[in-house]
């Protein structure tokens, strides 16, 4: 099994409507993150979560809120999406004083906003 | 600020060709990380390598070696006799260290789409 999952990995939605990301992981590890991948602008960092009780905004928070439900559990939603948040998702996990800070992502999530 | 440039935006080569990849890193922090990572059509991200600013050794891995240099902060990445299945794009990623809080971020370069051609 995948050590970091993502729900939906495709997703079509009308602008206006509210539509939430899931992200589990298995991997143990405290911190998380969510990205938006945007063609020929790489991914940029929407919301980290270093620990159940930490979350902070990234480069494009604007427009997004999450929810770190358990140390496991990392959800990012638009509480009511825009075409221009058309894009893929990726949902990734790291471990607290992993020497490396090496980052594991999920499958992605291909949102699109009509 | 901390900041990766690809200027390579696309890149189209034939099959057996060797292709390197430039990646330029802008950071302030003496101890950081650097990450090449492929993305080959199926979407997803695969991990190719790790590199921290201590270590500036280059790395060969099969076909793939990269060269880092901190004088002219590059972490250029090379494919050796490229084939078609290395065709994806291809994200050059520096991350922050710094204090427990800040530590860990990525930030990720425009990527390079590499088109390896029969």
């Known amino acids: 099994d995948a050590d970091v999952t993502q729900t939906p990995r495709n997703r079509i939605t009308k602008t206006g409507k509210r539509i939430m990301l899931e992200c589990s992981q298995t991997k143990g590890h405290d911190r998380m993150y969510w990205y938006r991948q945007d063609p020929g602008l790489g991914l940029r960092l929407i919301y980290y979560?270093?620990?159940?009780?930490?979350?902070n905004k990234g480069e494009i928070s604007d427009g997004y809120s999450v929810s770190r439900q358990a140390q496991a559990k990392f959800s990012l939603s638009l509480e009511s999406a825009i075409p221009n948040q058309t894009a893929l998702y990726f949902c990734a996990t790291s471990g607290k004083g992993h020497p490396e800070y090496e980052q594991y992502f999920g499958p992605g999530t291909r949102l699109t906003v009509t | 600020a901390q900041k990766v440039t690809q200027a390579q935006t696309e890149i189209s080569v034939v099959e057996k060709e060797d292709v390197t990849l430039d990646c330029v890193y802008e950071?302030?922090?003496?101890?950081?990380?650097l990450f090449w990572y492929k993305q080959p059509p199926s979407g997803e991200l695969v991990f190719l390598i790790r590199r921290n600013s201590f270590d500036e050794q280059n790395e060969i891995s099969g076909r793939y070696s990269w060269n880092f240099q901190k004088s002219t902060s590059s972490f250029n990445f090379t494919i050796t006799a490229s084939q078609v299945v290395d065709s994806a794009v291809y994200f050059c990623?520096?991350?922050?260290?710094?204090?427990?809080?800040?530590?860990?971020?990525?930030?990720f370069g425009q990527g390079t789409e590499l088109s390896v051609k029969p």
């Open positions: 990623a520096l991350s922050e260290v710094g204090s427990y809080n800040q530590g860990g971020k990525l930030i």
């Open positions: 950071t302030r922090d003496t101890t950081y990380y």
């Open positions: 979560s270093f620990d159940v009780k930490d979350i």
